[in-house]
């Protein structure tokens, strides 16, 4: 017997509809109260304590380690939503006061962020906790006022059953209407189609797969009303390696970025897998060592066995297509293990050849050689929309490739200078996203305080009485937070 079985499909509409009178409620809810559910559901994980751990291990073959500081990013971003939501600055509030007396007379015009209702999250694979049931698209969906409706991921139901049931108890205690929460199975893709199609659902939060999110992205544009999806597809995360830094640093280059293609097996949205530099001495030093360096990563199993011949076969197609040179293939070791791939392809035939362009998962990355610098830009400008582009340089470098370096600003969310992309600091100044395909919206983030916004519109009032006004709006600003009113931030009362 399945332990944990598909929702029937006659009861999505009983749970979705439950989810939106629960939001009639929750969203007209202080800040305040918002903020300490998020800090109760904090509390619940971690008293949970090592049954998460140990449910998760099994589920995903993740090390502890591994899981004990996703756990700890986990309960650390409920946290800082919980005090970003309390501030209300992602509210973004603004008034301009009116000017009767002005030619046309001016009207007082007040606004702020308002939540869009029930949002669907559909938990990620490759982070049980962060990007799962009591990750960051639930937590900034709380935050922003919206109910939610997890879909646990298929590969690891206990998991996200245990997260769902500390979620559970965090809203009975804090008194939070029931339906705000809700989590459900369902391994069909019928499920999430009417889950999205639904015409109560407001917004979808996904991180996976392109096929995936793709397909929840048409489905939610579909509808007689579209909604938003937010979606994290994957992304190549190309690292650029200029000459002059590629000659001084070599070695040290091959060893950071052997770690961080290797890093979680390559199981990270953030893994580079793409490297591109000119043809040099320095090139062939920075080969032979990552070479070196990948030969002697202990291989690790996968998540899953779908992950696992997922990544086997689109190695050996990588492989396999004209002009790829091997240097190290993929291989299938006991259970779930994988060894590190690294290919070899000139700039010319990455150029013709789109297949080059598509994300392998896992803990294999292509290098580009380009014959000169034309080339390099070339292959920046054919890159299409990435999480994280990284330019490795020394100041020569910097200063006589600038122009690179803005080509790449169109081309990613995040450009690191000198620095893996992988590792993803959980701060307003964060951006987690990027241009289509790697995600569906490049305006948003999926990290940081700013990802509240997605799931908030902007509503104005025009001339509203004053007790008509929301608390966050009214002229004594009873929250005392901060606004900008005729143009300048104050916390205080307008006067």
């Not at 070695?251 to 770690?259: D, F, G, N």
């Not at 990588?318 to 040179?325: A, H, I, N, S």
């Not at 987690?432 to 509503?459: C, E, K, M, N, Q």
Request: negative net charge.
């Amino acid at each position: 017997m399945n332990t944990f079985p598909d929702i029937p499909l006659n009861q999505i509409d009983e749970v979705v509809n439950r989810s939106w009178q629960a939001f009639q409620e929750y969203r007209t809810l202080p800040l305040v109260k918002r903020a300490v559910l998020l800090r109760a559901i904090a509390a619940e994980l971690e008293d949970m304590g090592d049954a998460w751990l140990q449910a998760a291990h099994e589920e995903t073959h993740l090390p502890e380690p591994r899981l004990r500081t996703e756990r700890a990013r986990t309960i650390f971003q409920l946290e800082s939503y919980a005090l970003a939501c309390a501030k209300g600055d992602w509210m973004r509030i603004s008034i301009d006061s009116a000017l009767p007396d002005r030619n046309p007379p001016r009207p007082d015009l007040r606004k702020m962020m308002i939540p869009l209702g029930p949002v669907i999250v559909f938990g990620a694979s490759n982070f049980p906790y962060a990007y799962s049931t009591a990750g960051g698209d639930t937590a900034s969906a709380l935050a922003a006022g919206c109910s939610v409706i997890v879909k646990a991921h298929p590969a690891h139901p206990q998991t996200s059953m245990l997260a769902a049931q500390a979620i559970e108890r965090a809203v009975q205690k804090t008194g939070i209407p029931a339906g705000v929460f809700q989590h459900i199975y369902g391994a069909s893709f019928e499920v999430g189609k009417q889950l999205v199609q639904h015409p109560r659902s407001a917004a979808v939060g996904f991180t996976g797969s392109f096929s995936g999110g793709k397909q929840l992205f048409d489905w939610a544009n579909q509808r007689p009303h579209p909604i938003p999806v937010f979606a994290e597809m994957g992304s190549i995360n190309p690292i650029f390696l200029l000459p002059d830094h590629l000659q001084q640093q070599a070695t040290v280059l091959a060893e950071k970025i052997a770690a961080s293609v290797t890093l979680g097996v390559g199981q990270f949205c953030t893994n580079p897998g793409l490297l591109v530099a000119i043809a040099s001495e320095g090139l062939e030093v920075f080969r032979s060592k990552l070479i070196e360096c990948l030969r002697q990563t202990v291989p690790a199993e996968m998540l899953h066995g779908g992950i696992q011949r997922a990544y086997l076969e689109k190695s050996a197609q990588l492989r396999e297509q004209p002009g790829v040179e091997t240097h190290l293939a993929a291989t299938q070791g006991p259970a779930l293990v994988a060894t590190s791939q690294l290919t070899q392809v000139q700039a010319k035939q990455f150029l013709a050849d789109r297949s080059l362009h598509q994300e392998v998962f896992g803990p294999a990355t292509l290098l580009v050689v380009c014959a000169n610098t034309d080339e390099l830009k070339e292959v920046a400008a054919c890159i299409e929309g990435q999480l994280t582009c990284s330019v490795f340089g020394s100041d020569q470098d910097l200063h006589q490739y600038r122009t690179l370096c803005e080509e790449l600003t169109h081309r990613c969310g995040r450009l690191n200078f000198n620095s893996v992309p992988t590792g993803v600091e959980v701060l307003q100044s964060s951006h987690h996203g990027g241009p289509f395909p790697a995600t569906t919206d490049a305006r948003f983030t999926a990290v940081g305080s700013d990802a509240i916004l997605r799931f908030a519109r902007p509503i104005c009032y025009q001339n509203c009485p004053e007790e008509m006004l929301p608390d966050e709006l009214k002229s004594d600003n009873p929250l005392q937070i901060w606004r900008k009113v005729n143009g300048e931030w104050r916390n205080g009362s307008m006067g």
